[in-house]
């Protein structure tokens, strides 16, 4: 029987987070129960965009302050790890910065890094969408991995909880392929990514969640709940009780696949007693037809390309291309089919030769949101 604590936190004041915080993974039996002496610990909040925390879009850096202490009380050596949606690392340590984990790391002496900073390696899954990964290399090298997710609705998958936080550790060629299916289709790819490598540990941040059209644009939304669990479906299916929203086409898809489906006992607060009902996300994207949906992501995702006038032909990004998809001619050349579009190259490159690059329609459709915001 798996075990899902529900904790009261009402709000995000230091002393009362880490106390609940404790109070929450205590009910699991500790963090010892997770953690020994000397494990290496990837500690992967939400970390969605540059944004700060009082926007509620990101784990709260004193939850993951919190949990960063009883890691390193239990001997363990913690880093904190994520990557934005956008998928640079540019973005990453602007977001790292803002969202106040930056400061985390700096105060607990921990390193907060970019999943782009250690590379990829190619992991094989027992996967309806996708039969083989890239996963970031210190996830799957890491002794023990905890998962700190944030209480959201999204647009896409319904709920961002525990499952979802896990499609934030593969590169951006990976989820352009998972934003472009159909809603059940998309449900599968979230599950195959979780099936990478399951954390050890999760604890997810309802102090302040986001209902409706989440997980950036939605309304905040006043839970003042922790949940822990050592499995994330089990968290889910929890969470999805709690704010109304069951019918959720990931949670349909790991029943459906035997995952975390076992019964679960709840420990600490009853789930009546918390019941918190979330609106809906708005979502018509399921609607549109596949091959609709696959030309749009194509027409308006972000690319490469090696602008000549800055190349030096040092070759770092063809050392560096973890799926050697460049290749050296008269120049530095990028295969397009091999591109994972991890944006490493771009990162490395020590003249700022390689651009990432908006397709026409992305810079028109962002020229006009910001004219209309003007």
């Not at 913690?78 to 998928?87: A, F, Q, R, S």
């Not at 985390?104 to 899954?125: A, D, I, R, S, T």
């Not at 990964?133 to 090298?141: G, H, I, V």
């Not at 896409?156 to 998972?178: D, L, S």
């Amino acid at each position: 029987m798996g075990k899902v604590a529900i904790v009261k936190c009402s709000e995000y004041e230091e002393k009362l987070v880490d106390g609940k915080v404790r109070e929450a993974i205590g009910l699991l039996g500790g963090i010892e129960n997770f953690i020994s002496k000397g494990d290496t610990v990837l500690i992967k909040p939400n970390v969605l965009r540059a944004s700060s925390p009082e926007a509620h879009v990101t784990t709260h850096p004193l939850v993951v302050k919190s949990v960063v202490k009883m890691v390193q009380e239990a001997g363990g050596i913690p880093t904190i790890m994520d990557m934005t949606w956008v998928g640079s690392l540019h973005s990453t340590k602007k977001a790292l910065a803002e969202t106040g984990l930056m400061d985390v790391g700096k105060e607990l002496g921990v390193e907060v890094k970019g999943f782009e900073e250690n590379g990829w390696v190619k992991v094989k899954v027992n996967g309806k969408i996708f039969r083989e990964l890239y996963a970031p290399k210190f996830l799957m090298a890491a002794d023990k991995v905890i998962s700190l997710p944030k209480m959201k609705t999204h647009l896409e998958g319904i709920i961002t909880g525990a499952i979802k936080n896990w499609f934030g550790c593969v590169p951006m060629k990976f989820r352009r392929i998972g934003h472009s299916m159909s809603i059940d289709e998309i449900a599968d790819a979230f599950v195959d990514v979780y099936l990478m490598r399951e954390p050890d540990l999760v604890l997810m941040d309802g102090v302040v969640g986001m209902e409706g059209n989440g997980p950036i644009n939605g309304e905040l939304k006043k839970v003042g709940l922790l949940l822990a669990a050592k499995d994330s479906v089990e968290l889910d299916r929890t969470m999805s009780k709690i704010i109304g929203i069951e019918d959720v086409p990931m949670l349909k898809r790991a029943k459906e696949r035997r995952i975390g489906q076992g019964e679960i006992e709840i420990v600490g607060e009853k789930i009546e007693d918390v019941i918190t009902p979330f609106k809906k996300p708005v979502t018509v994207a399921h609607k549109i037809p596949k091959t609709f949906r696959r030309a749009m992501m194509a027409v308006m995702g972000s690319g490469l390309e090696i602008n000549k006038s800055k190349c030096t032909k040092c070759l770092d990004c063809v050392k560096y291309c973890p799926v050697t998809a460049i290749k050296f001619t008269k120049w530095p050349e990028i295969d397009k089919q091999k591109c994972i579009l991890c944006f490493g190259c771009a990162e490395i490159c020590p003249v700022e030769a390689i651009e990432i690059t908006a397709s026409p329609v992305k810079e028109s459709l962002q020229s006009l949101r910001k004219f209309l915001k003007l």
